[in-house]
């Protein structure tokens, strides 16, 4: 029942479990059935300790001295993260960064299946993005209500994207991928996400 | 003279620095000469006193009573991040993801000129994305250390991402940017940052 158990896990360490659950899989890719927290360790650059502390928080994963059997761990780690099931996800704003984002395989090969994209400019809307109808965002809030959904990707402009957010979250979404360049003010129930590539170039250059 | 000062913050404050920089730059382009750590941490949902402790690195930013110059404090940041000078990058894999990432004018608008784009898959050679001609991947050496490149983008599959990681370090890379869904090992003079919106999805879904 990690669910259960899972409640209190802080942040940070709810931030980790999909990057182990991204090395475990590449392993299971690999042909591997175990592995062991040492080895995730040095796959990611993360103490073995920090690995067996973080996983300690659901109980029972881990043998001493045995290892990880991989296939279980892959398991409880999405049945934690609820990612077990297929996410349903808008997508708004389809110019070159909401295109690209409509064209990633990744989300659907990982459990994201873009369902919507929504854009204002008219010329865009009745186009399909990889079978995905464009549609006015005028309807945002009916479909978003109607079809349940949770998740959004923003991909607008930084100057339309609090509007959006807004928007989205008056609809009942809870989770943002924010690729927009800009913070986001939400309430404390709607998480956000953000994806700026040009800030993480810049957190290295400091280095250099 | 903010980077003598500068030489030993912590990572986890420079890691804010370019998300200062970004909502400053905004406030800029909104027209405003003038802010607060408070209003910054309103924007931000950053602690106003996190905000004067990390700016406070710098020594002399900010004047207790009358705000932060914005266009000042920008100078300073970019000038501490060293993003007050244009960064030649390369590209390595023009997939469907590469090809995106060459063609996100967030890049050049903020910085980072793509300079040379890599392919193994030789239908792809010759052709040109966004006016950079794609090369041959065994090219990447000699191209790298003749234009003293620093910084490198990594859009291939997961499977060969560890294995052009270590050519572009070879050839005296320093920074990377990976977008393959994999942890890549560097050595410790080799500053690594990835993007993977799918874990930041399902950081996310756990709370959903």
Redesign the interface.
Known sequence: MPNVL?SNIPDIV??R???Y???LT?LAQEGRDVTSSHELG????ISSAQIRKDLSHFGGFGKQGTGYQIAYLIEQLKQ????DQE?E?ALVGVG??GR??A?????AE?G?RIVAAFDTDSSKVGKSIDGVAVQSTDTLDTFIREHKI??A?IAVP?ESAQAVADLLIEAGV??I?NYA???L?VPDNV?V????????????????
Do not use: C, E
Not at 42 to 45: A, D, T
Not at 193 to 208: E, F, K, N
């Open positions: 899972s709810i931030g479990l999909p990057i659950l991204r090395a590449r040095q796959r990611l650059g934690v993260l609820k990612v996410w996800v070159d960064l690209a984002v064209h990633y395989r990744g989300f990982r994201f949770k998740i990707m930084a809870r989770a991928l360049p800009i913070n003010n998480h996400q953000y994806i700026d590539p040009v800030t993480h170039l810049q957190r290295m250059t400091y280095y250099l």
